[in-house]
């Protein structure tokens, strides 16, 4: 059976914080009319920044139920607000609202032991845009080997070459080390990346909705890999990252999320909560 192309990384939902459409929202109507027309069969969602993740997740959650044969979702969370809750919330997404991994933004704050280990413990890949910080990778990467990293952007969207071209020896050396497609300018850095680390390191992604889908994915055409290869790229290598979560936990449902919205409604809000600058 021919493998769907897989867009490995879009936003998706409300933001709250108001300084650009990162944390404005992430609107998908657009979006996935393009993917129609690029032969975009599924997404993998994330919300956009926002200062609770944990509400902000129901809302992914909800447009997961919506379409679970077509959206899947990472779990979007911080490592110092959400410190001391990340398991309960990140095993609720995954049992509860079609979550097939975890999403962390240095933006917010460094990865920690606490995401990793959870992670570990339900054995779900994290993706964790480092921007620019690719120097960390070899660090949190080997204190984890058994957890799969996503390291999108070639290591830094800002389109920092040196940070990217330090990431590459990086992706090739460590096994669970990855990265995706998605906002990589240089084009020949991204040949070096397949070069030297291989098609099975690498994933298709867009960083929609904001960037087209479509111009994304003809960046992996322009590979001209292997006809096994770029499927792989394109769908094959994020179904293998993401098969003992989707194995192990049910499909998304509207009942479901409606349950997980009735607990998050009678529980307090986390203390002490400060937009992100």
Known sequence: MRTPIIDAHCHAGPGDGFTGPWDTEAPLEAYLRRCDEAGIARTNLLAAFHIDYAVANEEVGRIIAGRPGRFTGFAFVHAERDRGRVLPMVRRAVRDLGFRGIKVHRLDARI?????????????????????????????????????????????????????????????????????????????????????????????????????????????????LSPADEARVLGGNFLRLTRVARRRYGPATRAAVSRTAATMSSSAAPSAIRPRT
Not at 159 to 179: E, G, I, K
Not at 189 to 195: D, E, G, N, T
């Open 112 to 224: 920690s032991r606490e995401i990793c280990e959870v992670a570990r413990r339900l054995r779900l890949p994290v993706l964790y845009d480092v921007a620019g910080e690719t120097t960390a990778v070899r660090l949190f990467a080997g204190q984890y080997p058994d957890v799969d990293f996503v390291i999108p952007h070639l290591g830094s969207f800002a389109d920092d070459w040196t940070a990217q071209r330090a990431f590459c020896p990086v992706l090739a050396d460590l096994s669970n080390v990855h990265t995706d497609t998605s906002g990589v300018r240089r084009f020949d850095l991204l040949v070096r990346a397949v070069r030297e680390a291989g098609a099975h390191k690498v994933l298709f992604g867009s960083d929609g909705p904001w960037l087209h889908p479509g111009l994304e994915l003809e960046k992996v055409r322009l590979l001209r």
